[in-house]
């Protein structure tokens, strides 16, 4: 079936760090990728997409690629901050009848000063 | 313009009985979709409304359920509780294409005891 799977975690960071989060999906149909992020006590916002293959999301310094050869679409940042503490989820979103979102277990992501 | 709203906020009730959670989502926006938010399952679909009508379902029981009415707004019903049903329960709105993103609410948390 249609599914996410992205790296677990905690992830522990110095602030100016890089990030990677790394997530692949397995999926019927072509969909659409996003990554939303979710700060201690809120709900989930997104953070970026793409809508197809070799589309580059990027928003507040971080950034993916759908890469349909290799069904992933990993979330980089060059440099980490301290407000980039949240935890993360990757998504797809099909259209099988009905709008499904999918998303991945989450990683947290924690950066120190 | 106004976000998503999920009331109430948080909510605990009792092995055995039934609750409702209401979800009023962005104007414009007519699909509203449910999601179950654990920290062994993770973020887990439930269901989407569109236009009133059910269009897709998670793999949930039965006791699961919801409706939307003629405004949009959709309320989600959990009967015959069980202690693994206390989660975060999250609702998001879309104006329902792939690429479009969902806008989500800060969640009811509901505590089952």
């Known amino acids: 079936g249609d599914s996410v799977t992205q790296m677990e975690g905690p992830v522990t960071l110095s602030e100016e760090a890089f990030l990677t989060i790394n997530c692949t999906y397995t999926?019927?149909?072509?969909?659409?990728l996003f990554w939303y992020v979710q700060y201690p006590g809120e709900g989930l916002q997104l953070l970026l997409k793409?809508?197809?293959?070799?589309d580059k999301g990027s928003n507040k310094g971080f950034e993916a690629t759908y890469r349909k050869e290799t069904t992933s679409f990993h979330l980089e940042k060059g440099s980490v901050q301290v407000s980039d503490s949240a935890v993360y989820f990757c998504?797809?979103?099909?259209?099988?009848?009905?709008?499904?979102?999918?998303f991945g277990a989450g990683t947290r992501l924690f950066v120190k000063a | 313009k106004a976000g998503v709203t999920q009331t109430p906020r948080y909510l605990i009730k009792t092995r055995g009985q039934q609750v409702t959670l209401s979800c009023s989502p962005i104007?414009?926006?007519?699909?509203v979709s449910w999601y179950q938010q654990t920290p062994g399952q993770g973020l887990q679909f439930l269901f989407e409304?569109?236009?009133?009508?059910?269009?897709n379902k998670g793999n949930f029981p039965g006791r699961f359920s919801g409706r939307q009415f003629s405004n949009s707004r959709s309320e989600m019903n959990v009967s015959t509780l069980e202690l693994g049903d206390s989660a975060l329960y999250l609702c998001?709105?879309?104006?329902?294409?792939?690429?479009?993103?969902?806008?989500f609410g800060q969640g009811t948390r509901l505590t089952v005891v």
């Open positions: 409304y569109f236009s009133e009508t059910q269009r």
């Open positions: 999926a019927t149909g072509y969909p659409s």
């Open positions: 998504a797809l979103c099909l259209n099988t009848g009905g709008f499904k979102t999918i």
């Open positions: 104007s414009g926006h007519r699909s």
């Open positions: 793409a809508t197809k293959a070799d």
């Open positions: 998001a709105s879309s104006l329902r294409t792939p690429n479009t993103e969902a806008f």
